[in-house]
């Protein structure tokens, strides 16, 4: 079993910041990319960020120079810094992990339960 485990989200008012946090945990031998994804109502799930276990990342235009991933290989963590947030980035914020696990099952996308970004004043 491998599970995925988000915190950081909440209610902030435009112009503010916010930290998510996502910790892999489970039979897990390998894991390959890393990311966070959103989905607001009405609309598909979208890529915010994702990091690559050498440390590249990618960005989706919307958020770049606001967001910043970050990962810690040895702690299987992958952190999302949210700066000038803005009501269009409300959506739930879902983590996500390829990963090789130890019962040899290969690369699987796994999927955290979502954690909700609101932001409004």
């Known amino acids: 079993q491998v599970q995925l485990m988000e915190s950081g989200g909440g209610l902030v008012q435009p112009g503010g910041s916010l930290r998510l946090a996502c910790a892999a945990s489970g039979s897990i031998f390998s894991i390959n990319a890393m990311g966070w994804y959103r989905q607001a109502p009405g609309k598909q799930r979208e890529l915010v960020a994702t990091?690559?276990?050498?440390?590249?990342?990618n960005y989706a235009d919307s958020v770049k120079g606001r967001f910043t991933i970050s990962r810690i290989n040895s702690k299987n963590t992958v952190d999302l810094q949210m700066n000038s947030l803005k009501p269009e980035d409300t959506a739930i914020y879902y983590c996500?992990?390829?990963?090789?696990?130890?019962?040899?099952?290969?690369?699987?996308?796994?999927w955290g339960q979502g954690t909700q970004v609101t932001v409004s004043s």
């Open positions: 990091v690559t276990s050498g440390g590249s990342t």
């Open positions: 996500n992990a390829l990963i090789w696990r130890r019962d040899g099952r290969p690369w699987y996308d796994y």
